[in-house]
Structures are given as C-alpha cells and as structure tokens.
C-alpha cells in the first residue's frame, strides 16, 4: 500500500486507480483499497476527475520529523553555526534502502541554488554527499543500492561495476571526506563528511555547497576541520538529550570524533 505514495512525483502528479492498478501490477479492487486506506489519514486527497495527489498530512509528518528526528533536532543549533560561519548552504543526507536523500538543508548568505535540496533523492554516484554515504556504508547495503541502480552506475565511470565503484569508495574512505565539483550543478561545488548517529547506529552524511570560484580559493583542511567539528557537536548533543527527548549523559565509551572514519 505505501508503494502507492512511490508514484506521485513532479512530473506524474495525480492518479487514479485503474492507473495505481496497471503500474503496481495489482487489481482494481486492491487498488481501491489501498487509495480508500490512504484517504482516510490525509496520505492522498480527491483531485476531481476520479484522480487523486498527495494529502496534506504528509505535510504534517515532515513537520514532526523536523521537530522529532534527533539528528535535526538535537543537531540545529551545530548546523545553524556552521551555516553562519562559512556562508555556505549546509546540507545533511540519509540512505534509505536504494535511496539516497537530503534530509535538512539551510541557506548560506553565499546565495547558492543546489538542484538537490531538503526532500530530494539524489544520484546514486555522483555529489560529494552521495559519495560520503556509500563510502560509510556496509558492504552487503552498498552490494544492493548498486544492484538496484545498474543502469545509472553505467553511465559512470566512478562506479561502472561494483569492484570499481568499492575502490573509489575506500579511497574517500582513507581521505576521510568527499567533495565533487560540478557534478550535480555546473556552477557549485561540495564537500562532505560523514556524519554518526548515535541513536541508531548509523551514519548519515554533512556537507556544505560553494560556488566553483569559492572552491578554488577555499582551504580545503580548514574546511574539513569546520565540518568535523560541526559533525561532533551535533554527536555530543545528540547524546547530550538522549534520542526519547530527555536529558542523558553521553554514552560511555563511544567515540564521536570523526576524524579517520
């Protein structure tokens, strides 16, 4: 049934159920079923003409995942610093199954438009973030997003098999960081890190977005250092609160810093 969410895009943005039907191949009736299901908590709304979009609750959702996850949560004050120190766009990531998204982005007084902001799924293997994901990523995951993205990896030489792609990823890995330039907008460019969380395990990725004249002159080191930095405090008080929301000490033993992950 959630599939059915997976349809709506910008440039399919109503449909119906016949259409729901042929495309998740399933039958009328379930298809019925599934829009009735998603109707009633505001997932989908009636767009007239037996077509249907995406609801207003999903507004809503996005509301509470800003103000709930941990990571943005516990994280804004870092991310905000940073943010106004360097005048960049700073920007976060997640992998979600094959899926590579930014999370949170906030505007730098540079004044940068990145193509691939809060809320959209990026290239599998282009972006200094997309490269910091995989690079941090369990090799039975990075295996699988692979598999499902066989078409797009082709067409890059940073990944056109999986040997070659796991090559170029332990090489980000050893740096330590990931930058790209002009690889998802002509006139920007990036750098990454990666970026623990300690509520799940995981680990997601920072990065900030510069013009290529800024790229050019910026001291790279510094940078790195500045987004580490960013990256541990927003550790630490993650830790700090705890991932329920209450205030907790942080937990002992773990190593927060990023440096050489």
Same mark, same amino acid.
């Given at each position: 049934?959630?599939?059915?969410?997976?349809?709506?895009?910008?440039?399919?943005?109503?449909?119906?159920?016949?259409a729901i039907a042929q495309r998740l191949d399933c039958s009328l009736p379930t298809a019925y079923?599934?829009?009735?299901?998603?109707?009633?908590?505001?997932?989908?709304?009636?767009?007239?003409?037996?077509?249907?979009?995406?609801?207003?609750?999903?507004?809503?959702?996005?509301?509470?995942?800003?103000?709930?996850?941990?990571?943005?949560?516990?994280?804004?004050?870092?991310?905000?610093?940073?943010?106004?120190?360097?005048?960049?766009?700073? #920007?976060?990531?997640?992998?979600? /199954?094959?899926?590579? *998204?930014? %999370?949170?982005?906030?505007?730098?007084?540079? @004044?940068?438009? +990145?193509?691939?902001?809060?809320?959209?799924?990026?290239?599998?293997?282009?972006?200094?973030?997309?490269?910091?994901?995989?690079?941090?990523?369990?090799?039975?995951?990075?295996?699988?997003?692979?598999?499902?993205?066989?078409?797009?990896?082709?067409?890059?030489?940073?990944?056109?098999?999986?040997?070659?792609?796991?090559?170029?990823?332990?090489?980000?890995?050893?740096?330590?960081?990931?930058?790209? #330039?002009?690889?998802?907008?002509? /006139?920007?460019?990036? *750098?990454? %890190?990666?970026?623990?969380?300690?509520?799940? @395990?995981?680990? +997601?990725?920072?990065?900030?977005?510069?013009?290529?004249?800024?790229?050019?002159?910026?001291?790279?080191?510094?940078?790195?250092?500045?987004?580490?930095?960013?990256?541990?405090?927003?550790?630490?008080?993650?830790?700090?609160?705890?991932?329920?929301?209450?205030?907790?000490g942080p937990a002992a033993g773990r190593q927060t810093s990023t440096a050489g992950r």
């Amino acid at each position: 049934m959630l599939a059915v969410l997976d349809l709506f895009t910008e440039r399919e943005p109503a449909w119906t159920p016949d259409a729901i039907a042929q495309r998740l191949d399933c039958s009328l009736p379930t298809a019925y079923r599934y829009v009735r299901a998603l109707l009633q908590p505001g997932l989908l709304r009636r767009a007239g003409a037996g077509t249907y979009v995406l609801g207003p609750r999903i507004v809503e959702l996005d509301f509470r995942m800003r103000t709930t996850d941990p990571l943005l949560r516990d994280g804004d004050a870092a991310l905000r610093a940073l943010c106004e120190d360097t005048g960049c766009d700073v #920007v976060v990531a997640e992998a979600l /199954g094959d899926r590579l *998204i930014t %999370v949170q982005q906030l505007h730098g007084s540079e @004044g940068v438009s +990145a193509s691939f902001g809060r809320g959209r799924r990026m290239p599998a293997f282009r972006g200094m973030l997309s490269k910091t994901l995989l690079a941090w990523m369990p090799r039975p995951a990075l295996r699988r997003l692979h598999a499902a993205h066989l078409d797009e990896a082709a067409g890059e030489a940073f990944a056109q098999d999986f040997d070659t792609l796991v090559a170029n990823l332990k090489a980000i890995r050893a740096q330590g960081w990931a930058s790209s #330039v002009g690889e998802l907008d002509p /006139g920007l460019a990036g *750098i990454a %890190v990666p970026l623990p969380r300690p509520d799940d @395990g995981g680990t +997601a990725a920072l990065g900030v977005i510069l013009s290529k004249r800024r790229f050019a002159t910026t001291d790279l080191a510094a940078m790195v250092r500045r987004l580490r930095t960013t990256a541990d405090d927003v550790v630490r008080a993650i830790d700090a609160r705890g991932a329920d929301g209450s205030r907790a000490g942080p937990a002992a033993g773990r190593q927060t810093s990023t440096a050489g992950r």
